[in-house]
């Protein structure tokens, strides 16, 4: 599992925007089989607070490169929460994950 960190602050109401360099077992960047899921947790990892997909191409013409934008919505995410993002995605016949957390101000 690649560890991305901390990914930032985002206010509540505002959009979190989501980047990933899919990577091979040899940590090259490789175009993914399947589309990156994400998933965001709250603090407990009891039940997902969100989930969504990545963009289905290369973007900028960077290979396995990802992108996406969250919404964060009131209604789902509370301020002063710690989030956690688990993006899953099949490359080079391997399941890959990467998890990264942000903070909602």
Known sequence: MLDIGFIGHVAAGGSLPLAIQ???SEFKP?????VPLYRV?????????????????????KVGFRTGSLP???????AGELYTILFEYRAAGSERKAIGTFLVD
């Open 30 to 34: 490789v175009s993914p089989t399947s």
């Open 72 to 78: 964060i919505s009131t209604s789902t995410f509370s």
């Open 22 to 24: 899919c990577r091979d």
């Open 41 to 61: 947790y709250p603090d407990g990892f009891g039940s997902y607070a969100a989930s969504g997909y990545l963009g289905e191409s290369d973007t900028g013409g």
